[in-house]
């Protein structure tokens, strides 16, 4: 059965980095609200001039690199973003531009918010297993502080900038069951109706201008731990996996208590779960390869390891994906 297994990753965070602490002198917080309600410590941020391709290049640059592979051997590209360098182009045609792909395939962006990463992975799945491409890279990458208002101590205190990437390449190599090396189901679910729990204030059709992000934060949170949960047990039930055979959970970083929250209600044990949301923030469709490119880095994550990966997001928007790296 025709696959698409994850050959590589690689991620990429600005070096400037901004602590609770840096935080509390901007607006109205402690480092201990922020590290109790959110498990947040640290987040970076892109610096003067650094774009959101800057940074999903160099993410696509080690996961090839990693692959030993040129950007010249790859088919397209899949950049989640929401917050592209210009309303348009794609920012995917720039790194398709900066990896010397040339006219070389295709490339263009995926808008789901937090959930983008896994809308790009499945989407570039689809294209690896109907056979219309061999090889793909999956960005995320996000320059999520440009949308903060920086006034707002309810929001500016969550997120950060980065970019991770996968390479996928399709393998006939499989038996066709959840044995197999690659990426085994993905699952996408979107409810409009609840759009304007989280948001942002602005878009050329409507203000014509950038505008800032805007949060029911409560909301959010419950609809967070419900719908990951249901994606999760939705993505197990697909391929005749339990929790038992998981040995990763990768979710979205977002906030330590929905992370807990969402292992425990399907019994996942704490030591199977990847956390960066420490050190990185919410960095919305780059956090789930941010995750996964630390916990390989660092050994946690070997070959043949089955791994969780679900997120949810603006939109509302979620989803969740069963991978044997
Ligand atoms: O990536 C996907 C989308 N994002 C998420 O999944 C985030 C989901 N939501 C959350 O993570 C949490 O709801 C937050 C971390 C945003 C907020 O935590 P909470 O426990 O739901 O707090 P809250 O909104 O109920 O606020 C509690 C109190 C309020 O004060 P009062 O009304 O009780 O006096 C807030 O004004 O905390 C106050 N507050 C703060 N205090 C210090 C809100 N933000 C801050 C802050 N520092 N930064």
Redesign the pocket.
Known sequence: MRRSVMLSCGSYLPEKFLTNNDLAKL????DE??TQ??GIRKRHMAGEGEKTSDMATRAAEKALKAAGLNGSDIDAIFLATTTPDQTFPATAVTVQDNIGMGDRGFAFDIQAV?SGFIYALSTADNFIKSGQINRALVIGAEHFTRLLDWDD??TC??FGDGAGAVVLEASDAGKGDKTDRGILTTHLHSEGAKRDL?YVDGGPSSTRSVGHVR?N??E??RN?VTRMSEAIVEAMEASGVSPADVNWLVP?Q??R??IDATAEKLNLSPEKVVVTVQDHG?T?AASIPLALATAVEDGRIRRGDLILMEA???GLTWGAALARW
Do not use: E, Q
């Open positions: 607006v109205d917080t402690t609200w922020i309600r959110t937090c101590r309810t205190v969550l989280l949060m934060g409560k959010v949170f967070a979205h977002a906030n208590r929905i919410n919305s949810m997001g603006g």
